[in-house]
């Protein structure tokens, strides 16, 4: 974990939630390949070819943008697949229930937080999976408001997901907290608004945020 700011009164914590409240390999590969695959049975390419198209792209796009990583979502427009159709194909691919369980230590976690901050989460996955993936944990009472890809159709790290979170939480950015699993992702952007952000390995340092916060 990595404390990059901590704002001196916060209101809201803003959570990422795959790899960030869950940590689970084989579902955050599944969660890219099965779009990947997806786009190669469109293109008529193998699987293999569509991986290498998208991880040269994504190597590529980094090279040219000082190491910045890109999202997928915005890796498929380059390959002219709108934000609109991959929401789609979100929506139909992914089944959380399928790799994650519910998470006790992360409930009474959320739950402790709670009862002190706004609690949101700020995902480039639509609303539906997400809310899927939340409810395989058990926490979608406890975090009930969700910004998804389709909410703005845009894909982290744009401005605008975020200030739609300040909207629903009724926060000043320099009362949030951002948390995340990648940096160009998940905090480059809310650091800049000028939020507080905190760089997590995995659900583990999310363990540990009722001591520290």
């Known amino acids: 974990m990595k404390i990059i700011r901590l704002p001196s009164q916060i209101k809201t914590l803003i959570f990422d939630i795959d790899s960030t409240l869950y940590t689970s390999a084989s579902y955050a590969f599944e969660q890219v390949d099965c779009q990947v695959r997806h786009f190669a049975e469109l293109k008529g390419l193998t699987a293999e070819q569509a991986r290498k198209m998208i991880s040269d792209y994504r190597k590529q796009y980094a090279s040219e943008h000082d190491g910045k990583a890109v999202s997928l979502g915005n890796t498929l427009v380059n390959f002219g697949i709108p934000i609109e159709e991959s929401i789609k194909w979100r929506k139909e691919l992914l089944n959380p229930s399928d ?93 800049e608004m000028g939020m507080g952000g905190i760089l997590v390995n995995g659900v583990s340092d999310v363990y540990k945020f009722s001591e520290i916060l």
Do not use: H, M, W
Request: with cysteine; charged share 30%; proline share 6%.
């Open 99 to 191: 790799f994650l369980s519910k998470d006790e230590k992360l409930i009474k976690t959320l739950s402790a937080l709670k009862e002190k901050y706004s609690l949101i989460c700020v995902t480039n996955n639509p609303v539906l999976p997400a809310y899927k993936t939340l409810e395989a944990l058990g926490i979608e009472k406890i975090i009930p408001d969700i910004v998804g890809l389709d909410t703005c159709c845009k894909s982290k790290p744009a401005r605008e997901p975020f200030e739609k979170a300040l909207e629903i939480t009724q926060s000043a950015a320099e009362n949030c907290v951002s948390i995340g699993d990648r940096y160009d992702l998940d905090l480059a952007i809310p650091l």
